[in-house]
């Protein structure tokens, strides 16, 4: 039980597919992001769900749709992908608010999702 | 921008032996955090240990401990009494201290730690 799980664990999907990511978050958070992984590449933030106000990273293409519909559900929706789309994404939850930078991010296990 | 660099790809160590992994950032803030996750094969990354740039003492947690350098923006990860559950890619982060970061940590590359038992 990681307190921040996300389904599905893997996805193979065509570029033409319609698929969503799903992440839920058991530890009471009020901030939720969705990482990038890629091989060789630092983690690359592409949303955050902050005191329920939505902070977008201008480099992420409009083919990934975040969904926030509460403080611990956070979706992914993915339409038209690239093979180059192809990567693990992370899910994550944190306390957020004043006198709280410090507060870790919380993890799952991440998506590991295959565009051919 | 922030940025973070790992500049040791990869790492070896003899179980039971120390090892540090090397971590330096650039900012110009003076108010900022600083972490170090690892991710085993599972992919779930967990927090190692973590450092307020405020305090000057090093973090330490059971048989991980940081030599934090700032004046010189340097954050290492010193792993003691290697043991082979600690094989793992480890990533270094940092998160700035203002309000507008909405908490976003600045990951580096990483550094994967292979244990020879």
């Known amino acids: 039980e990681t307190g921040v799980t996300q389904t599905p664990r893997h996805l193979v999907m065509g570029m033409t597919n319609k698929k969503s990511l799903k992440c839920e978050q058991h530890?009471?958070?009020?901030?939720m992001y969705w990482y990038k992984q890629s091989a060789k590449k630092p983690l690359e933030l592409m949303f955050v769900y902050s005191l329920e106000e939505r902070v977008e990273n201008n480099s992420v293409p409009s083919r990934f749709s975040p969904e926030c519909p509460n403080s611990s559900h956070l979706f992914l929706h993915l339409h038209t992908l690239q093979p180059e789309d192809s990567a693990l994404y992370l899910c994550a939850s944190s306390q957020a608010g004043l006198g709280l930078h410090n507060s870790p991010l919380h993890f799952g296990n991440g998506t590991r999702l295959t565009v051919t | 921008a922030q940025t973070v660099t790992q500049s040791q790809p990869e790492m070896s160590v003899q179980e039971a032996e120390t090892v540090t992994l090397s971590c330096t950032y650039d900012t110009s803030e003076s108010d900022y955090y600083l972490f170090w996750y690892k991710q085993p094969p599972s992919r779930q990354m967990i927090l190692v240990i973590r450092q307020e740039a405020y305090k000057q003492q090093n973090a330490t947690e059971n048989r991980f401990s940081v030599n934090f350098q700032k004046a010189a923006k340097s954050f290492s990860l010193k792993i003691s009494d290697s043991q082979l559950g600690d094989a793992a890619m480890y990533f270094c982060?940092?998160?700035?201290?203002?309000?507008?970061?909405?908490?976003?940590?600045?990951f580096g590359k990483g550094t994967k730690l292979s244990v020879k038992p």
């Open positions: 982060a940092y998160r700035s201290g203002d309000g507008g970061s909405q908490g976003n940590l600045i």
């Open positions: 530890l009471g958070h009020n901030a």
